[in-house]
């Protein structure tokens, strides 16, 4: 298989040009992209101490433009920059950027073996039975990453299995060494992720109990040896005690015991030690409604806050439970001061629509990012905290898991690539809009023609709410088959040992999870507490997360819950058509291969949108006995079930 | 791994006996176990044809035995009998006897590659890896078979998938000409399924069309060939047209068309063809409630009554859908009266807990073959149909799915065993009681201790009325998870294509097959038609499966349906939990090996069904919003979404 530029098409390199050996050629090499497209300008660059180390600024004079950065990355960024506006706007004028976010980073969840957990945009394009390798595209990516300032990258799953594991070896250390040299060249540090249980599995010790000495002895020459043959690693990435994963538990050790023995193997050489917050009962009996998984995270790491060395950061999924639409933002942005921290989206639509499914995400991640967790007085949105306003040591940022794989467009669906370009853009600077963001990524794969940007503009913006719509209003996500995560199933997790629940009955729906329910609510400061814990000042997005409600209580848009529940499964599919519709205008200006691939995309979508409205309006007609008062078709089994409201 | 000689361990084969090459070589073997048995006897053997052709006596005189057989099978089976006789009782008395089935069939669903479709009892003993093997389990399985009467053996899968494909070529020839004369010493003919297309995939046609002279040559020469290595070849059993399997409707054929197109290629070998009226569709959408799978088979093959050559024999599955607990019996044994029949029951416990559950099956088989078609003045019962009281010639039967492994106690669960051994029996002889049988085998293999086998025997007859207890009370089958078919998922298949629901909805639960309904109860005779048009007539069993009622309706036994419902899934645990701890009482009367296996799966399936309860149970509760008049433990979210039946 091959590989497009995909927003990089109208930027390619120069015809038989080498790979950059350093960044220093990287740059050289950018340039020369730049005097191509543009002969007005005479083009140099600079790298000065003057700016911040990735910062940059574009000088424009007279016929002729100066790109300085305080590093050669912050040079290379101003001049994608620079392409960006010469490609969307056809001139350049003067700018001056850094970057919001210390830490850009991807996480792929690649297996050694070549598949990807939650990938669905084919086999990963890293490793292929157990072999990793450095090629044409993995340039290709690493250029694709720079131009919109990704800074790290995590090649391998957080489930470290089978030669996974063997990563931090020599098995794999002269060919990561060429793969770092490639991220390099392109201002990216290469993380791995590693299994707790290394100092066993590979050490050939008894143990991995972080209070061990010789454990922490393996780690010391492990790391040491590491930073011998790569010299600018970056660090680890570890999922421990969660789904089955080792970790410090296993010892009767905290998290932070196995957090800072990692962290400090990394600390000599500048390494960073990633922790992810991910760590919960999954085998929890569904019987129980006093444990929520949601608490999870803040119950295990609150208490911790402070006990973390410097450079460990813990990184956090947007909300409390697993990237579902209508999770509210974690409370551990409010709750852990004393602590680095990053915030972990998902580009990766595990849950949303799994690329056969149109969802543009940076709406809902400018959500998490500009949400108030009311922690400080001043700064104390979610994107403050992550942006290090209240740690300035630079060991915070944003994670998006991703799922590029070898598929021809990298994303499988053409349209995820905006939220792969975005992820990065809206790292680097959180007040760029939704519609900036899209409207940059629709004039740089598919033209300024203006008709065909706006369209694409407007079914980006429009995507994620119409998913909300037919799968989860009013903030019940996990309705959905098991294992897959794909299609509609409302109890496909009810019964089961993972810990979410929507707990319909024939009365009422949605988990209490306030003061007088499970709690949940209190893990957020008092103002947002109180906010949550009443259904009339609860975000309508999140009212069934945080209420159990009868389905004739009246929302505050002055419907019923199981009327709303209708008239959104209904509207989302009417919308998506709408927007298939608009697309189809434009066919004939879209190139061919990529029409049809998104046509393709979308014939899936309806499809299943279908199913959606179909599975989720049923079951709630057939459980509430009540019908819709638009008499729409739903699929109750007989009328005779059903008590219609009042028109 | 080895393998036991269960029901025959105490008939053990003289030690380092050969494996016979004939069935005289079988019979001489035999009768050399019988003289071990006892030396009250002189025992001698004749073959007469003053017998039928598989009956036997066994004349008992002063000090001597006869055994007569109408053929070397026939004596063989006398030889059985005697031994059954002095392991039971310690003494042998004159019977006459002949089987009243004249096929008496096993139904293996192994794949070439050494899987078990449906199969719990480890890997198939005939394939591995695409090789088929004759060996000293071969014999032994052979022998167990021949013990309880079983003449008839198809080694495959009715899904014919890659290898297997190729078993009708001289690719498999030679091993199934060894397999054929194994199985001919102990009086089993071998069958084979075969792939509808075999045309196309193995006899490089470019069609399978039933009424294209090529296609019926390639047949005829192919069978013409088998039977030239394998003279005495049983014939062919074919799924067509079924669950994505290749058939006559690809070519705008009938069902009639593709049987007797390969009835007639085996017609001058005297080989039969077995045909499945395992038709439907598996792509149903579940919103039509108009379309029924219950009436596929009859809607199919009713109208091709008198179609099928006299080599023809439709194998029809006990109840219209699938082995489901609760099912009334198929419409078919009604309506095709001019068509040879066979019954095909499921010993291989797909639906019935896997081999984790104990589920003693002859009570359901024998409710099954003494059922009232009302289609015969006299002798319309299923038994008489499938025995061939109105169709004389020979072809017509049982068959049973089977799952034996390689399992060292053939049938994963030692209980399990009680099925197949039973299954024979019950072909033999349809009135032995299903408490006889069970006594039969509970004494061969564990023994005459009569603490032991009263237990037994009772933990077997009791095990299919709690296994329907706490699964399917009234009828309502398919509340499992999809693919593997095992535990509770109420809605596991009610958003699916595969055409079974149980519609439930917050006021009522079941499907309406009556006249005014999906009509299905029409295919009976009239008086059956009226019964089952009528609730209070309908048999508790198969309450649901006919008719949609409201949880309130009471039913003939005074219970509101919700009430049968919470009690029958209380109760089963319960008497679950009382058979259990009366087979601890025997502990140390049963050997340590199978005592532990049986407690093994005692304790998985007292897991399972305490799930079971309380899934199903939850499930109604929080649907119906009524509570348990007894109030017991229920998982309803809060007490106050419930109202309480007056006490």
């Known amino acids: 298989m091959g590989y497009e530029p995909i927003w990089l098409k109208q930027a390619p ?168 040299e490639c991220f390099g060249a392109y201002g990216i540090k290469l993380y791995l992720c590693v299994n707790f249980a290394a100092s066993i599995e590979v050490g050939g010790l008894a143990s991995a109990d972080p209070l061990e000495p010789e454990v922490a002895e393996f780690w010391k020459k492990t790391v040491a040896h590491i930073y011998e043959v790569i010299p600018d690693f970056g660090g680890f990435l570890v999922k421990a005690d969660s789904e089955g994963r080792p970790g410090p538990y296993t010892y009767g050790r905290t998290q932070a015991d196995g957090a800072n023995m990692l962290a400090k193997a990394l600390a000599p050489f500048g390494g960073k030690l990633i922790w992810r917050c991910f760590v919960y009962n999954c085998s929890q009996d569904w019987r129980d409604v006093t444990t929520d998984r949601a608490c999870a995270a803040y119950d295990t790491f609150r208490p911790l806050d402070g006990a973390f060395d410097e450079n460990v950061i813990l990184q956090v999924k947007n909300g409390p439970v697993d990237f579902q639409v209508g999770e509210p933002v974690s409370p551990l942005f409010c709750g852990m001061k004393n602590t680095n921290l990053m915030l972990e989206v998902q580009a990766a639509q595990e849950y949303t629509g ?125 309705m959905c088959n098991p294992n897959n995560h794909y299609g509609p ?61 009868p389905y004739t209580y009246v929302l505050p848009n002055g419907k019923t819950v199981i009327q709303h529940i209708y008239d959104t499964h209904f509207e989302g599919v009417e919308e998506l058509m709408d927007l298939i519709e608009s697309v189809v205008t434009v066919q004939g200006l879209i190139p061919e291969k990529e029409y049809t691939r998104i046509m393709e995309r979308f014939a899936m979508q309806l499809a299943s949108a279908k199913e959606w409205r179909d599975r989720i309006n049923t079951y709630y007609c057939r459980m509430s006995g009540i019908g819709d008062a638009k008499h729409r078709k739903i699929y109750a089994v007989s009328e005779e079930d059903l008590t219609y409201p009042e028109a």
């Open 13 to 180: 390199l120069p015809a038989g040009a080498e790979h950059p050996a350093s960044i220093a050629e990287a740059v050289e090499l950018e340039l020369s992209v730049l005097r191509s497209l543009s002969e007005a300008f005479v083009w140099s660059y600079l790298v000065t101490e003057a700016l911040p180390e990735e910062g940059y600024e574009v000088l424009v004079g007279e016929g002729k433009a100066d790109i300085l950065g305080g590093s050669y990355a912050g040079v290379l960024y101003g001049i994608f920059d620079a392409e960006r506006q010469l490609l969307l706007t056809d001139t350049v004028v003067s700018v001056s950027e850094r970057p919001a976010s210390p830490l850009r980073m991807l996480n792929h969840w690649d297996n050694a073996d070549g598949s990807i957990e939650r990938g669905y945009s084919g086999l990963s394009f890293f490793f292929r039975d157990g072999v990793l390798s450095v090629n044409d595209r993995t340039f290709a990516y690493a250029r694709l990453c720079a131009s919109v300032g990704i800074n790290a990258s995590v090649i391998n799953n957080v489930n470290v299995f089978k030669d996974a594991t063997w990563l931090i070896t020599d098995r794999y250390l002269p060919v990561l060494r060429k793969l770092a």
């Open 354 to 478: 799994q690329q056969k499914h149109v969802c543009y995400l940076i709406p809902m991640w400018k959500d998490v990012l500009r949400f108030h967790t009311c922690a400080y007085e001043k700064a104390d949105r979610v994107s403050d905290i992550v942006c290090g306003a209240h740690r300035p040591g630079g060991n915070c940022g944003i994670a998006a898991v991703i799922n590029t794989g070898d598929d021809d467009n990298w994303t499988g669906a053409d349209l995820a690539a905006a939220n792969w370009y975005g992820f990065g853009r809206l790292c680097w600077k959180p007040q760029l809009s939704a519609e900036e963001i899209a409207s940059e990524w629709a004039g740089l794969t598919f033209g300024t023609d203006s008709a065909v940007r706006k369209i694409l503009v407007k079914v980006l913006l429009a995507s994620y709410g119409i998913y909300e719509k037919y799968t989860a209003p009013l903030g019940i996500g996990w």
């Open 489 to 549: 199933n409302v109890d496909g997790y009810e019964y089961d040992r993972w810990g979410t629940y929507h707990r319909s009955s024939c009365k009422a729906i949605g988990v209490d999870r306030t003061g007088t329910g499970t709690g949940y609510s209190h893990q957020y400061p008092e103002a947002l507490a109180a906010k949550f814990d009443n259904p009339e000042t609860t975000p309508m997005a999140h009212m069934l997360f945080f209420h159990r409600l």
